[in-house]
């Protein structure tokens, strides 16, 4: 019988998996019969989360981790590998947005420094980590990344996020190459936009409401099980060819 999606046995790692996207691809992957890790920095979305997740039947463990420190990330990994015994997929996938200023001009060292310390400083000890454990461990794995249209489309006044995106979306194409000898598979999802905690502001404003939501074919927001489908594919075998990709999730956004 077909079962490619069936994910019983695996181990899956969302980082920011306490909400939105990050919670979407965890739900998917639990229904599918993975254990699932979650790490996120608030301690009360973290619980709600580990609480809906575990109703799944599956083994859960919610970790409070700044990815922006390599410490952390190596002790939530450790402690990741030691109570669900190993990670077969590890998702990047926590992310701070930019704050936007009047001009690029304006913007400053610590505000760029900040958005790089999450997104593209926490994808790298997020990855180094989980890459380590994969080799050493044998077997393949999975690696995705988080990226968003911002890598591909003009984000101006917020370059810092955009760079960001775009490095996350470089580096996983390096890592498919480098990695593939050891069964490893790397690939990006570039999300549109998504109804999360970070575009909330955004999507109450109807002035951008009224220009973003009629450039959408699909004329609606995405959710975050809009991303359970892809999740629960390139964590199982039936994407064990697929590498190297990167996904666009966006309802047609970028089309039109």
């Known amino acids: 019988m077909y079962k490619p999606f069936d994910l019983t046995g695996k181990v899956a790692l969302v980082t920011g998996g306490n909400s939105g996207i990050g919670l979407g691809m965890a739900r998917a992957m639990a229904q599918a019969g993975a254990d699932v890790a979650i790490w996120g920095t608030n301690a009360k979305k973290n619980a709600a989360a580990e609480a809906e997740l575990a109703a799944s039947g599956r083994s859960v463990l919610a970790l409070e981790c ?115 000898r050891h069964g490893i598979r790397a690939n990006a999802i570039v999300p549109g936009w998504i109804e999360t905690d970070m575009t909330a502001s955004d999507i109450a404003n109807a002035k951008f409401a009224g220009n973003v939501l009629p450039r959408i074919p699909m004329r609606r927001w995405g959710t975050g099980d809009d991303f359970g489908g892809i999740a629960v594919y390139l964590m199982s075998p039936a994407s064990a060819y697929h590498t190297g990709d990167t996904f666009r999730i966006d309802g047609g956004y970028a089309l039109f």
């Open 66 to 180: 700044d990815v922006a420190d390599e410490g952390a990330v190596e002790a939530a990994f450790a402690e990741t590998v030691g109570k669900l015994g190993r990670v077969d997929g590890c998702f990047a996938n926590a992310g701070v947005r930019g704050r936007g200023t009047a001009s690029f001009l304006e913007m400053s060292g610590e505000e760029w420094q900040r958005v790089l310390k999450v997104n593209l400083d926490g994808a790298f000890y997020t990855f180094r980590t989980a890459a380590r454990h994969m080799v050493e461990r044998g077997g393949g794995g999975v690696l995705v990344g988080t990226g968003s249209l911002a890598a591909i489309e003009a984000a101006p006044r917020r370059e810092h996020y955009a760079a960001t995106k775009g490095g996350m979306i470089s580096m996983i194409r390096a890592l498919a190459v480098e990695f593939a």
